[in-house]
């Protein structure tokens, strides 16, 4: 079983349509989740990131962290067709400890 | 600007051969990374470093090789050692250990 689990998609979905994008994980000692999105053939760009539970909101885009669940997500309002991309979630016990990414998550929003 | 810069954006390596793709920063940042990135694995971590002149393995660094001789250059060697290398490499920094990384625009390698 890998540490973080993503659905590697794709997900196609209509201009305007609220998106959701998941990892799950088994680590319990991971204190810090990150999203990263991706575009072709370009590096990761950090969106946002979120300690411990809780959600964070940052414009269109909203983390949230469910440790009892050991369950992440990241919701996208009024998706865009620049907002198709990869997105890959990432987590980390904190400090300079190894960060493990998720396998990414590739959406298509249809204009 | 800030950033990372990856150079070359496209790499092509015969067999036997060993290629170097460059990282350079100019963001401060202490820690330094090499990503390697696969289709349906994610990113695998290949090498780090959190100071100049010091550097660990990562998960798969057998047929790579780094050296870290200045904060602003974390180099990595691909060397005939590496059995398949073909993929999209990413370099990546951070100051404050791992909760946000900058990464570059990588480097796609391909053994011809």
């Known amino acids: 079983q890998k540490e973080v689990e993503q659905d590697p998609g794709p997900l196609s979905v209509p201009e305007g349509a609220i998106v959701s994008l998941n990892c799950t994980y088994s680590n319990s000692a991971f204190q810090y989740f990150m999203w990263y999105r991706q575009y072709s053939r370009k590096g990761p760009e950090l969106l946002m990131y979120?300690?411990?539970?809780g959600n964070k909101e940052d414009g269109r885009f909203t983390a949230q962290v469910d440790k009892s669940s050991k369950y992440i997500s990241l919701f996208i309002r009024d998706s865009q067709p620049s907002d198709s991309a990869t997105y890959l979630c990432?987590?980390?016990?904190?400090?300079?400890?190894?960060?493990?990414f998720g396998t990414g998550t590739k959406l298509q929003v249809i204009p | 600007d800030g950033g990372i810069t990856q150079s070359p954006k496209y790499l092509f390596r015969k067999e036997g051969q060993n290629v170097t793709l460059s990282c350079e920063q100019n963001?401060?940042?202490?820690?330094m990374y090499w990503y390697r990135q696969d289709p349906g694995q994610g990113l695998r971590l290949i090498y780090y470093?959190?100071?100049?002149?010091?550097?660990q393995k990562g998960d798969i660094a057998e047929g790579y090789s780094v050296s870290r001789e200045k904060k602003e250059s974390f180099p990595l060697t691909v060397t005939s050692a590496q059995k398949n290398p073909t993929a999209f490499y990413l370099c990546?920094?951070?100051?404050?250990?791992?909760?946000?990384?900058?990464f570059g625009s990588g480097t796609r390698l391909t053994v011809v």
């Open positions: 979120t300690y411990s539970s």
């Open positions: 470093s959190q100071i100049v002149n010091d550097f």
């Open positions: 990432a987590m980390t016990g904190g400090g300079y400890q190894k960060v493990t």
């Open positions: 963001l401060n940042h202490d820690a």
């Open positions: 990546a920094s951070s100051s404050d250990g791992g909760y946000g990384y900058t």
